[in-house]
């Protein structure tokens, strides 16, 4: 009871740090609205200004960030899931182990995404003259924004793909733990699951192909 009784108030204090640092977020957010408000300066708190103000390297260069990030973020969520449950049905039933490091697998290929995604994305960003960048300012604009949600994209996907890879494996190792025929039924459910991360890498290259921030 004991045990339990800790566990229980670890979550509950771990849920309540998560919603005091969101209202801690929201409260700091708002007292800087309301400062520039009432200072007669509420012009200056203009979102569009600070998007605009960042440069296109930027972005871009964040989206390369989460894209890989979250990535390995995802790949790494699925692999502690699964492998948890392979080791732990393990000891039941030895003969498990090998078959289900399948689902370690499709969750490493997660991570794979978004190093494919990143090399693509990096290849578009290049030193460029002050001459061109004036020329060319709403195409890098642009371009920076697509290589970012290209990026963000990417990683949202993977991360999803990961936790739900990692779920769905965790799941077949259980199962065939109980009973081998069950082994096969779950894997086309894992398939499924693992071709979630390759709709986020297609819609990805096609947002971020040639969109170079570069002179040439």
């Not at 408000?37 to 964040?62: N, P, Q």
């Not at 642009?142 to 993977?158: E, H, I, P, R, S």
Request: proline share 1%; hydrophobic share 50%; charged share 10%.
């Amino acid at each position: 009871m004991g045990v339990y009784d800790s566990g229980r108030g670890g979550k509950g204090s771990y849920a309540i740090g998560c919603y005091a640092a969101y209202v801690i977020t929201l409260l700091v957010f708002i007292a800087i609205g309301l400062f520039y408000m009432f200072s007669g300066r509420g012009s200056e708190f203009d979102v569009g200004w600070v998007l605009e103000s960042i440069s296109s390297y930027t972005w871009a260069c964040i989206g390369i960030a989460i894209a890989i990030s979250f990535s390995v973020l995802g790949a790494a969520w699925g692999m502690f899931i699964t492998g948890a449950s392979i080791v732990g049905a393990g000891v039941k039933a030895p003969r498990i182990k090998t078959k289900n490091l399948v689902s370690v697998i499709f969750c490493e290929a997660v991570a794979i995404y978004g190093i494919i995604i990143a090399i693509i994305l990096v290849q578009n960003i290049d030193d460029t003259t002050p001459e061109d960048w004036l020329d060319n300012y709403n195409t890098y604009i642009f371009n920076g924004y697509c290589l970012f949600f290209a990026g963000l994209l990417t990683g949202m996907c993977n991360l999803a793909c990961g936790i739900c890879v990692g779920i769905v494996g965790s799941g077949a190792a259980l199962a065939d733990a109980q009973n081998g025929e069950l082994f096969v039924r779950i894997l086309v459910i894992e398939i499924f699951g693992s071709a979630i991360g390759l709709f986020g890498v297609i819609i990805a290259v096609l947002l971020g192909n040639n969109r170079k921030i570069s002179s040439s």
